[in-house]
T-cell receptor
Framework: KQEVTQIPAALSVPEGENLVLNCSFTDSAIYNLQWFRQDPGKGLTSLLLIQSSQREQTSGRLNASLDKSSGRSTLYIAASQPGDSATYLC??????????FGAGTRLTVKP | DGGITQSPKYLFRKEGQNVTLSCEQNLNHDAMYWYRQDPGQGLRLIYYSQIVNDFQKGDIAEGYSVSREKKESFPLTVTSAQKNPTAFYLCASNHRRTDTQYFGPGTRLTVL
């Protein structure tokens, strides 16, 4: 059974710092991998989707990488801003209907 | 505006009562999903539906029921058989070709 782990559970950085969030998964046979952002008490917003055949995706200050062989994905956030403060969730697609979510990393960017 | 709506935002239930959470989407998506989120845990899949009049159980379907009579709507009923229903419930949808899941704002259910 696919298990998804995100470490650390919480991270605090000063504004302007570049940072990396980590996601690891136990089964390399994945369909895709998606990074989401969740603000307190809100739904999830999709940030980046990486298909199984891809190695990375970029959107603005965000870059997500995927290494299936090692069971890892990273989300790189450049020049962090206080508005980036949120919980970031990693989800691994087992097939086109089933996704396994990590518990998330709660990010705080201090002004 | 296209999107997914969930209602109500907050819901309180007495023990022994059934309650129904609404989820509507106008994105013309084929697939719809219900997840449950508990503090400090990842989302867990309750039910999903790929097409109208068809749905499948997820990992934690016990104590829940769904229907998919219209493409736009996928209501979730939390029955009295669900022993620990207090949680944050999220509805999502996606088009088969893009796979990106879009989420509603969620319903927070509290059992009194």
């Amino acid at each position: 059974k696919q298990e998804v782990t995100q470490i650390p559970a919480a991270l605090s950085v000063p504004e302007g710092e570049n940072l990396v969030l980590n996601c690891s998964f136990t089964d390399s046979a994945i369909y895709n991998l998606q990074w989401f952002r969740q603000d307190p008490g809100k739904g999830l917003t999709s940030l980046l989707l990486i298909q199984s055949s891809q190695r990375e995706q970029t959107s603005g200050r965000l870059n997500a990488s995927l290494d299936k062989s090692s069971g890892r994905s990273t989300l790189y956030i450049a020049a962090s801003q206080p508005g980036d403060s949120a919980t970031y969730l990693c989800a691994v697609g087992v097939n086109n209907n089933d996704m396994r979510f990590g518990a998330g990393t709660r990010l705080t960017v201090k002004p | 505006d296209g999107g997914i709506t969930q209602s109500p935002k907050y819901l309180f239930r007495k023990e022994g009562q059934n309650v129904t959470l609404s989820c509507e989407q106008n994105l013309n998506h084929d697939a719809m999903y219900w997840y449950r989120q508990d503090p400090g845990q990842g989302l867990r899949l309750i039910y999903y539906s790929q097409i109208v009049n068809d749905f499948q159980k997820g990992d934690i379907a016990e104590g829940y029921s769904v229907s998919r009579e219209k493409k736009e709507s996928f209501p979730l009923t939390v029955t009295s058989a669900q022993k620990n229903p207090t949680a944050f419930y999220l509805c999502a949808s996606n088009h088969r070709r893009t796979d990106t899941q879009y989420f509603g704002p969620g319903t927070r259910l509290t059992v009194l």
